[in-house]
């Protein structure tokens, strides 16, 4: 069974530029949710997206934004990037919105922002 | 103060050690207890989870929750090198609506040979 996948691995953007980050949650798994994780800080919660809604946000500025598709894939869009928007975006996912405290981690998306 | 503490270690040890990884709480309210290991450059992977208070193992891994104290822990037994990670605790309520974990910062474990 494939497990999490995140595209691109990497991403190098400047300054005020947009960065879009995608992810395809486990075969069946209907929930999914987003975190940043930058260097010596722990995972931050960014987005919870359930049966194509938002569900829950965590205290980011609303530059941080995505959808989830009827597919339950998902975009994490990030408008007028800041160098301290350079880290590790984790995307996990979950059977249900019952399940949420067994999530599945992707590889993740290392973004850099010059 | 945090929601989660844990100590970020680094924590070495020599192979074939038991390795003790902890960390402490402050909302009584939290009932679904994890731990994670994230290898460098990768997402971190489930390793156990655990409900409400008492031990749980699995081959070489045993968590252990004391909600009294309001701390878990988590015992690997006969370490190996492949153990060397980081090890990030997680938890959350048990109610419905939304209940995202809350993640610790991570222990990094190096196991050498």
């Known amino acids: 069974e494939a497990g999490v996948t995140q595209s691109p691995t990497h991403l190098i953007k400047t300054r005020g530029q947009q960065a879009t980050l995608r992810c395809s949650p486990i075969?069946?798994?209907?929930?999914v949710y987003w975190y940043q994780q930058a260097l010596g800080l722990g995972l931050q919660f960014l987005l919870w997206y359930d049966e194509g809604e938002e569900r829950n946000r965590g205290n980011f500025p609303p530059r941080f934004s995505g959808r989830q598709f009827p597919n339950y894939s998902s975009e994490l869009n990030v408008n007028a990037l800041e160098l301290e928007d350079s880290a590790l975006y984790l995307c996990?996912?979950?059977?249900?919105?019952?399940?949420?405290?067994?999530?599945?981690f992707g590889p993740g998306t290392r973004l850099l922002v010059l | 103060q945090k929601e989660v503490e844990q100590d970020p270690g680094p924590l070495s040890v020599p192979e074939g050690a038991i390795v003790s990884l902890n960390c402490t709480y402050s909302?009584?309210?939290?009932?679904?207890f994890m731990w994670y290991r994230q290898y460098s450059r990768k997402g971190p992977e489930l390793l156990m989870y655990t409900y409400s208070s008492g031990n749980k193992e699995d081959g070489r891994f045993t968590a252990q929750v004391d909600k009294s104290s309001k701390y878990i822990s988590l015992f690997i037994r006969d370490s190996q090198p492949s153990d060397s990670a980081t090890y990030l605790c997680a938890m959350c309520v048990a109610s419905g609506g939304s209940y995202i974990p809350t993640f610790g910062r991570g222990t990094s474990l190096i196991v050498h040979p």
């Open positions: 909302n009584s309210a939290f009932q679904y």
């Open positions: 996990a996912s979950s059977l249900s919105q019952d399940q949420q405290e067994t999530q599945y």
């Open positions: 075969s069946g798994h209907t929930s």
